[in-house]
Structures are given as C-alpha cells and as structure tokens.
C-alpha cells in the first residue's frame, strides 16, 4: 500500500488549454473524492465516486470540469478551457466507507498554475 | 456559506504549553468531526475525530472536545511540540444521513516556538 498517489505534482499551463489530472487511490478503498484547495481556504468539495459511479457533484463544478472513474480503480479530472481562477491545488482522497471505518487519506495533490 | 469555521488564521505556542484550536459550525445536523494536519507541499492528514455522540475523544498528546449546544469543537495539544507546527483543519460531515463529503474549515497555522 503506497498511499493515495497523484500525477503530475505540478502543472503550469497557458490560459485556455485543457488539463488532466491522475488519481490512483489506496486499492482496497471504494470512495475517491475530488478537492480544491485555493490560498488561505480549506479543501473544498468538487465530487465524489464510490466505485465507478459519482454520486455527488458540487456546484464548483462548472461544465468545463469533468471527472471520471473507470473500472472503480483511478480517476481523471479533466478541466477544459482553464482559465485564470482555476490556478489551485487539486486534491484527492479515498477512503473506505464499511459503516464503520472513515476518515479520508489524501494525496499530496496537484498544483495547477494557469499563466 | 461556510458551515465549517476556524476563526483564528494562526497561532503561535511556545514548546512544551499547550495548544487550543477552535472549530465552530453551523449545520446542527453534523454529527461527525475530524482533524486534518497539513504540512507545506503534502496532502492533510488524519489526526483525530469525534462522534457526536461523544464530548470527548483522547489520543495520546491530542484531545478534541465537542460541544453540541454550542456548536463548537476545540483541539488540545499537549505538550505542544515543534514538530507539531502545521496547518490545522477542522471537518464535519453528516455521518448518520449517508456519510456526506467532508465540509473543511479554512485552518489555523500552528508555530510551537522553542
């Protein structure tokens, strides 16, 4: 077990390309989460999977982020279009959701810079 | 609407004393909380949670304190260490109604002075 696990550490792209990120979370873990984490806030919630299906997607978002699970294993953020407000470090999480255990291992994140 | 607040940005301890982080929220249906620990350049990481069930939860140096009627959590280090120096993350969730997504505070930076 290696942890929760993100690619690439950092990203520096130009204003209007499209990025993707890689997530592979803990193997035995059936919840993968998506967070951003902006200067100065806390994490905050993009969506979630358990397995393959995203169960909830917050109003942050917009229709240029599209999130993936295939196969319940890894998942992909995508961002089409970025734009300058994008610019933050994208967290992932998994956990184990028994009714029991919880608690969320996070990655070390990407770090998103759009110039 | 931040239903999840830290209300000091920082905080500053001298090595040994004890830390007090605050966490208040206003979701009266949270019933679970949690504290993340977050060095420079890594992810947070688990240190301690709460059931609402409970007002108290020890492990080792740290203790978290739950008061419901206030709507108000604290984390107690002690004794304070410089390695305990990080950003401090306050979580809450509605465990009992599907085991939402955590909703994270805005932190608190601890520095333990030695």
């Known amino acids: 077990d290696t942890g929760v696990s993100q690619n690439p550490r950092h990203k520096i792209t130009k204003r209007g390309q499209n990025v993707t990120f890689r997530c592979d979370p803990i193997s035995e873990h059936n919840r993968l989460y998506w967070y951003r984490q902006t200067l100065g806030q806390g994490p905050e919630f993009l969506t979630y999977f358990q397995n393959e299906a995203q169960l909830e997607k917050s109003r942050l978002l917009s229709d240029r982020f599209s999130a993936e699970r295939p196969k319940g294993s890894f998942s992909t953020l995508e961002i089409q279009r970025t734009e300058q407000g994008d610019s933050a470090m994208y967290l992932c999480?998994?956990?184990?959701?028994?009714?029991?255990?919880?608690?969320?291992?996070f990655g070390s994140g990407t770090r998103l810079t759009v110039v | 609407d931040q239903q999840v607040k830290q209300n000091s940005p920082s905080l500053s301890v001298q090595e040994g004393r004890i830390s007090i982080l605050n966490c208040d929220y206003t979701n009266s249906m949270f019933d679970y909380f949690l504290w993340y620990k977050k060095y420079p350049a890594e992810g947070p990481t688990f240190l301690i949670s709460?059931?609402?069930?409970?007002d108290k939860n020890e492990d080792g140096r740290f203790t978290v304190f739950l008061n419901k009627s206030a709507k108000h959590l604290s984390l107690h280090i002690v004794p304070s260490q410089p390695g305990d120096s990080a950003v401090y993350f306050c979580?809450?969730?509605?465990?009992?109604?599907?085991?939402?997504?955590?909703?994270f505070g805005k932190g608190t930076r601890l520095s333990v002075i030695a």
């Open positions: 709460i059931s609402s069930i409970k």
């Open positions: 979580a809450a969730s509605l465990w009992n109604s599907g085991n939402t997504p955590l909703v």
């Open positions: 999480a998994s956990s184990f959701f028994s009714g029991t255990a919880y608690g969320y291992t």
